[in-house]
């Protein structure tokens, strides 16, 4: 009798500390029927460059855009975040901020022109860099040390009543970027 009262004891100590351990948080899925980017206002696509983050407390914020999400953490501070996410570039699963990959490149076009995609890893990122023929590799340390500086010209507002026009003719989304959510990636040259 003894050894199952220790053996009892030990169990409801392991629950009581797990319970306690820390909040797991996951990322939801985008709706882009109701999903705008906290920062920006603009729809959240459910596409490789929207982001979100989960407050300690519960509340998500959702992106389109990396650089938007930033804005939120700087704005905002960071401490009071329990998980932020990202999208992997090609298979658009949700990775953890601190765990992804990234490539910047001005000439990346993103939704609000950050010109930063993200990985899931290190050798997705660099086989995408060798692929456009530009971007530098980067951490999520990194990030922390980046400029953060949006590429104006990839901001065209006249540009983007062509593409909207382009986009009700399918093949391209409001930002220029092909119907799979993925950008046309070009290089500085173009």
Known sequence: MKKWTMVLALAAAFA????????????????????????????????????????????????????????????NGVDGIGMDFVRDYNDLEWVEFSKATYVYDASIRTPMAYGIVSFKDKASAEAFAAEQGVGKVMSAEDLSKHTWEQNKQGMNMEGMEKHAHEAEEGGMDIQGNEADGKSSMHSPES
Request: hydrophobic share 30%; net charge negative; glycine share 6%.
């Open 16 to 75: 009581l500390l797990t319970a306690c351990g820390g909040k797991t948080y996951e990322a939801v899925p985008i709706n882009e029927d109701t999903d705008v980017c906290a920062i920006c206002n603009m729809q959240v696509k459910d596409d490789a460059y929207a982001t979100q983050l989960t407050t300690k407390d519960g509340k998500t914020y959702k992106f389109d855009d990396i650089g938007c999400m930033n804005e939120w953490k700087t704005k």
